[in-house]
């Protein structure tokens, strides 16, 4: 994965929020998290993340989400 300068919603710690810039991973993971509301510009807020450190529990378009640590590091955020 090539993450650049980027942060990624792994990256955050609770309750940081943050805008995506952009999905990375295979079509059928960009497109599962394009289908809940990732998608660029989008607002994400991290909620909470398990003790073991999966799932991580996120905020996006006023709904809540469970993703795995894997998928989270799909989503890459705006820089700043």
């Known amino acids: 994965m090539i993450r650049e300068n980027n942060r990624t919603l792994a990256d955050l710690k609770a309750p940081e929020t943050a805008r995506v810039h952009s999905l990375c991973g295979d079509a059928v993971v960009q497109q599962r998290l394009a289908e809940m509301g990732l998608t660029r510009g989008s607002?994400?807020?991290?909620?909470?993340?398990?003790?073991?450190?999966?799932?991580?529990?996120?905020?996006?378009?006023?709904?809540?989400?469970?993703?795995?640590?894997?998928?989270?590091?799909?989503?890459?955020?705006?820089?700043?």
């Open 43 to 80: 607002k994400v807020r991290l909620v909470r993340v398990a003790p073991l450190g999966d799932p991580v529990q996120i905020e996006v378009l006023d709904y809540q989400l469970s993703l795995r640590r894997r998928e989270c590091e799909c989503v890459l955020l705006s820089p700043g």
